[in-house]
């Protein structure tokens, strides 16, 4: 069964300092997508990156990065250089059989609660 | 531009009553979801309107949920007879054509906390 896991409940950082996040996943279907969102305290759910199961590089974003490894399904997401706008929940997501018209809903995990700090 | 809204922004109710959230998407977004967040929790998903392809409604938890969208504008999720579990935040997105592209985001709106007493 197609699953997230956020092992993370809540993470530190310094003030320009790199963080990383931790996602792994679990799907049987070769073909699928991995997004990051964060969502700040106000609530909105703001997209922040995507990687495809079949692309060949990491996805970059600004300052962010998805650190993606196929084999061992993980899918973390890298800020580098923390702002203290920074501080928000953060949710990996997973959409599966992103070929072929399927239902294209997003799994997500539970959220990994980034607090930076000056 | 305007992104997805969604009303009422904040919604409490009696237990065994009756709501309706609406959505509204993004203008020439066909594809429509609702999810509900519990509080500290991820989102989940509740359905999903594409075009004018029969719903994806495998996420409903049960028969006192369902959805409607008009064509490809306005969504409403009703619940039914409102329990205290029902109180969550309910989110809606779209997203902007065809999900043949696997990087199509979701634009999502700013969600209705609905509170049963």
Known sequence: ?118 | GAGVSQSPSNKVTEKGKDVELRCDPISGHTALYWYRQRLGQGLEFLIYFQGNSAPDKSGLPSDRFSAERTGESVSTLTIQRTQQEDSAVYLCASSPRQELYPGNEQFFGPGTRLTVL
């Open chain 1, 1 to 118: 069964a197609q699953k997230i896991t956020q092992t993370q409940p809540g993470m530190f950082v310094q003030e320009k300092e790199a963080v990383t996040l931790d996602c792994t996943y679990d799907t049987s279907d070769p073909s699928y997508g991995l997004f990051w969102y964060k969502q700040p305290s106000s609530g909105e759910m703001i997209f922040l990156i995507y990687q495809g199961s079949y692309d060949q590089q990491n996805a970059t974003e600004g300052r962010y990065s998805l650190n993606f490894q196929k084999a061992r399904k993980s899918a973390n997401l890298v800020i580098s250089a923390s702002q203290l706008g920074d501080s928000a929940m953060y949710f990996c997501a997973m959409r599966e059989a992103v070929y072929g018209g399927a239902t294209n809903k997003l799994i997500f995990g539970t959220g990994t609660l980034l607090a930076v700090q000056p």
